[in-house]
DNA sequence: TGCGAAACTGGCCGGGTGGCCAGGGCAGGA
DNA sequence: TCCTGCCCTGGCCACCCGGCCAGTTTCGCA
């Protein structure tokens, strides 16, 4: 295939804020070698960016509640996780069910699904 | 506090192929009104490019395990899937068993966050 | 026409999960 | 000092989950 020196760059842009999308847009328009993609397009980039708004209130979870959602994301049993964390069966389910209500999640997927939703956690 | 009347936008990027990194942040880095983000510093966008190598066959999944994996990442349970799908909680268990062994996962929380993973669900 | 893939259903069972009860230890603030 | 929050542990129990066995129908493709 023909190597372009200078292949441009494709980028789209997903972005709730209206305004900033249209900064951002008018700003990229005028750059050589880049070029926004048309709706549909296949990208090289995505430009995104989440509305804060829409989540005000991180939720307040201490330091063992995340070492067992991290856990629970790589999908480990409460006996794995009781292993891994060193500590017992029970302490794990118990602070599985502070996760679960503090995440108001019928059960681990959901609690899993809602903190990657909100951000506490990176899948 | 001096008030510009245009703030810089920061931008951080989030990119696997180095090459195209490097190529955005050459680009982006002579465009007045725009700043990349340093490290760990809070931006108003990111650019994000997933590399496609490192998932270059679409996993093959049924209709019908879309919808079962759909439900699944809503927290539902057998018998509400089956319920609400208007089978029965075996055949969402055949389902289920099915995702487990096309996902690699050990169970239906690991099943959810590999697909979310590979893009196969939006969370 | 035969054959495989997909979807669907049933029974059975060991182990996992989540909710409830009860406690103890240990730090920091009122 | 007492009190609160966090972390930890135990028992008990109904239910769910995942894996195994078995079978059915329907569809498209060779």
Same mark, same amino acid.
């Given at each position: &295939?023909?190597?372009?020196k $200078? /292949?441009?760059?494709?980028?789209?842009?997903?972005? !709730?804020? /209206?305004?900033?999308a249209?900064?951002?847009?008018a +700003?990229? %328009? #005028? =750059?050589?070698g880049?070029?926004?993609a048309? /709706?549909?397009?296949?990208a090289?980039? $995505?430009? =995104?960016?989440?509305d804060p708004r829409?989540? /005000?209130? !991180?939720?307040?979870?201490t330091?063992?509640?995340l070492d067992?959602?991290?856990? &629970?994301?790589?999908?480990?049993s #409460?006996?794995?996780?009781?292993?891994r964390?060193?500590?017992? =069966?029970?302490?794990?389910?118990f602070?599985v %069910?502070?996760?679960l209500?503090? +995440? !108001?999640? $019928?059960?681990? $997927?959901?609690?899993?699904?809602?903190?990657?939703?909100r951000g506490?956690?990176?899948l």
């Open positions: &295939m023909s190597e372009d $200078t /292949p441009e760059i494709v980028l789209a842009l997903e972005i !709730d804020d /209206p305004a900033l249209d900064r951002l847009a +700003l990229l %328009g #005028n =750059v050589a880049l070029r926004l048309a /709706p549909g397009e296949q090289a980039a $995505t430009i =995104v960016a989440r829409v989540m /005000p209130d !991180d939720i307040a979870l330091q063992r509640e067992v959602l991290a856990l &629970m994301a790589e999908g480990a #409460n006996k794995m996780i009781a292993r964390l060193g500590i017992s =069966v029970h302490t794990v389910k602070h %069910g502070s996760l209500d503090k +995440l !108001d999640a $019928t059960g681990r $997927t959901d609690a899993v699904a809602h903190a990657a939703r506490v956690i990176e």
